[in-house]
């Protein structure tokens, strides 16, 4: 969490525009779970409520300091987190002792699933298409890797998958996940500065001597790390030109 709380540089932001990092992904989160979404108002009748909220506090609190937009990645994956207290919600609800309760509970209960059966087939369609969009894409990216990249050419990603176990070639983390180097310059540079800092890329690349940078099209246009490696005096070149329009990009890359 450290190194991607140093490279995203999100908890050196002001005040003001963490807290709407935060209430947005609460907001949207709460939206993208329906009907199922009262059961944290249920909560409210379990035995456990003061510890369940205290929790929900300190863990919203932690990231509105830290890494606020974290809480919008990959559709709300850290904030599922949170889920079992809604389940702890409804299950409390439904065993309460007042008979009016656990009625009432019971017929939100139904309406609540049959929404949730109603969306399965979309939210099916969804994964699928997520699935042979951005998988199959990483894993054609990792053997083009393989089989026209030289082993001995070191390999930068910031999302490793499968070619971390297709092919043999030296793989360098620049966010810093599975390279601990480029954590602390991220953290002397990135966060320092509250910026993407073209250096910082620059410096990594130099560091373990790139010869290749693997980025996805939306990581390289929101974070320009392309740009930033050409800003600071990089040769970068599509070097997979032939897969045309992919999500996984590979380029040639060289000082100048």
């Not at 209430?23 to 009262?38: E, M």
């Amino acid at each position: 969490m450290s190194a991607k709380t140093y490279f995203f540089a999100e908890g050196c932001l002001p005040d003001s525009i963490r807290a709407n990092f935060t209430l947005l992904a609460l907001w949207s989160f709460i939206s993208s779970l329906g009907l199922f979404s009262a059961g944290f108002v249920m909560a409210l009748t379990s035995r456990l409520r003061l510890a369940a909220f205290f929790f929900i506090a300190v863990f919203i609190f932690a990231y509105y300091w830290k890494f606020p937009g974290a809480l919008f990645h990959n559709d709300f994956r850290y904030l599922y987190l949170l889920l079992p207290i809604a389940v702890m919600g409804w299950a409390s609800a439904i065993s309460y002792p007042k008979k009016v309760v656990r009625y009432i509970s019971y017929a939100f209960g139904m309406i609540t699933a049959a929404s949730l059966i109603f969306s399965i087939p979309s939210g099916l369609k969804f994964y699928e298409s997520e699935v042979e969009t951005l998988s199959a894409d990483n894993r054609k990216m990792a053997e083009w890797v393989a089989e026209n990249v030289p082993e001995s050419s070191v390999v930068m990603v910031h999302d490793a998958g499968q070619i971390s176990r297709i092919g043999k070639h030296p793989l360098v983390d620049l966010v810093g996940l599975k390279t601990s180097y480029s954590v602390e310059v991220h953290k002397n540079t990135t966060f320092k500065l509250c910026e993407q800092v073209p250096f910082s890329i620059s410096h990594i690349a130099s560091h373990f001597k790139a010869n290749y940078l693997v980025v996805t099209s939306d990581w390289n246009q929101i974070f320009g790390l392309t740009r930033s490696l050409e800003a600071t005096g990089w040769r970068v070149e599509r070097a997979d030109s032939e897969r045309g329009n992919s999500h996984y990009q590979v380029f040639r890359i060289h000082p100048l």
